[in-house]
């Protein structure tokens, strides 16, 4: 069985937590766990796992709590409103007392400030759920994925069609640095990826060996990639920006048209949900060059393999 021996963080709050080597053993990890997906059943038997969510979810709310049963936890999920964090209570005061209760706390929000002051709070391991910068969770189940399809990953090409401010082409970009790819992101002025972000890549990458380039037409960043990440136009915390996205994102479309101008074996990426007919066809979500499938039931022994690692390493720590 895959051990993780490399360095754990106390919190998953976005992808560079992870250094190269140890996201790879959590990769290994989930691989095992996605053979094997009762194989550690017993092993976290007793804990509990909270789940505060303040925006709709489907896969992460399902993937955490069905991978928390599996580890032989409990999973609580708790809706922000129905909370008193809703009415008024601070995340401070809310975090220390969960701390009291739970073995380890997951959290979907809006601000990525409010993930770190969970994090500041808690004397568990603290994991992010998708704040508006950051979906950690989502990018080790594309990883493993595309190591799945594809044998490797360093080395490999992607592009990142559509809006590059977005939490998963941010965590998407960390996930290539950490494994040595070469990522293009295509996007038109105004919605390029931070600089912050692009620069903490680039440090990462100069040592594994990616790199990581802009470009505005689509068809440049697809040519010599072989995964094409397709990116929802309006996201939960940009409805506002609906008809200006809706227009300036329109030419931002990964179909069959743009996949013949990539390499025969390259195939599509979402992180679902889709908006069939925008970002994605139905032509390609449901064709022979999707991953898109794969990627949604990775995020169950991703989130396994997150979860053992973090709590497990957080018992050993105050034993
Ligand atoms: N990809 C993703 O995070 O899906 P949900 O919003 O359904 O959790």
Redesign the pocket.
Same mark, same amino acid.
């Given at each position: 069985r895959p051990a993780v021996t490399g360095k754990v963080p106390d919190d998953l709050l976005r992808v560079s937590d992870l250094d190269p080597g140890t996201l790879g053993q959590v990769l290994d990890l989930a691989g095992a766990m996605k053979r094997e997906p009762l194989g550690w059943e017993r092993s976290l038997h007793g804990a509990a796992l909270g789940c505060i969510f303040e925006k709709?979810?489907? #896969?992460? #709310?399902v993937s955490l709590a069905t991978a928390a049963h599996r580890l032989g936890m409990s999973a609580i999920v708790l809706n922000r409103d129905e909370m008193q964090l809703g009415h008024g209570e601070t995340v401070a005061d809310t975090t220390r007392v969960l701390s009291s209760y739970l073995d380890a706390l997951t959290v979907r929000t809006f601000e990525h400030s409010t993930v770190e002051q969970m994090a500041d709070a808690a004397t568990i391991p603290v994991i992010n759920a998708?704040s508006n910068t950051h979906?950690p969770c989502?990018s080790l189940a594309d990883l493993l994925a595309l190591r799945e399809h594809f044998g490797t990953l360093a080395g490999m090409t992607a592009a990142f069609i559509g809006d590059g401010t977005s939490n998963t082409c941010n965590s998407f970009l960390a996930a290539c640095a950490a494994s040595g790819m070469h990522l293009n992101i295509a996007t038109p002025p105004g919605y390029e990826t931070d600089e912050d972000i692009l620069g903490e890549a680039r440090e990462l990458m100069a040592q594994t060996g990616g790199s990581v380039s802009l470009m505005t037409e689509p068809a440049d960043a697809v040519r010599a990639a072989q995964a094409v990440y397709a990116e929802v136009r309006v996201p939960m915390d940009k409805q506002q920006e609906e008809a200006e996205r809706t227009r300036r994102l329109a030419a931002y479309r990964v179909d069959d048209a743009l996949l013949d101008r990539a390499p025969r074996e390259a195939m599509a990426l979402h992180?679902?949900?889709a908006h069939r007919g925008q970002e994605i066809t139905s032509e390609v979500l449901d064709g022979p060059r999707s991953l898109v499938w794969r990627q949604a039931a990775n995020r169950l022994p991703t989130a396994q393999a997150v979860l053992h690692t973090l709590i497990t390493t957080a018992r050993q720590r105050a034993a």
């Open positions: 709709p979810s489907t #896969r992460t #709310r998708l979906h989502q992180c679902l949900p």
